[in-house]
């Protein structure tokens, strides 16, 4: 991705996902935890969490229709869907942003998983 659509998604981040996601995407303390809810706290996109374990289709549409969406099966989740929020291509710029975060071997793990490897 270019520069400047990684500045993009910066900027979409910061504005639509830190909030939750955190400023430097290191997630909600003890996010392998569920809230009182019931419900699991926003996750980090950073090397540490798992979000580079997924494919980019499954990713945008997470980020698009929000978690429970995507998972189904009743789970109950706080991500939101951005349908409303976001077009396609800040959804792209917001998860080009993320992926320029995590190491090579993070990266090269989530091009093959979504490449089918």
Do not use: N
């Given at each position: ?13 910061a ?61 109950e ?41």
């Amino acid at each position: 991705m270019s520069a400047e659509v990684i500045a993009q998604g910066r900027q979409v981040y910061a504005d639509q996902c830190a909030a939750c996601h955190g400023a430097d995407l290191e997630g909600q303390p003890d996010w392998r935890s569920p809230l009182p809810s019931g419900r699991l706290p926003a996750p980090p996109h950073d090397a540490s969490g798992h979000t580079w374990h997924h494919p980019d289709d499954m990713l945008f549409r997470i980020v698009k229709k929000g978690t429970a969406a995507i998972v189904g099966g009743g789970y109950e989740s706080d991500m939101p869907a951005f349908a409303d929020v976001l077009g396609d291509p800040e959804i792209r710029a917001v998860l080009a942003y993320i992926k320029s975060s995590w190491p090579e071997r993070e990266r090269g793990y989530q091009q093959a998983v979504t490449r089918g490897e």
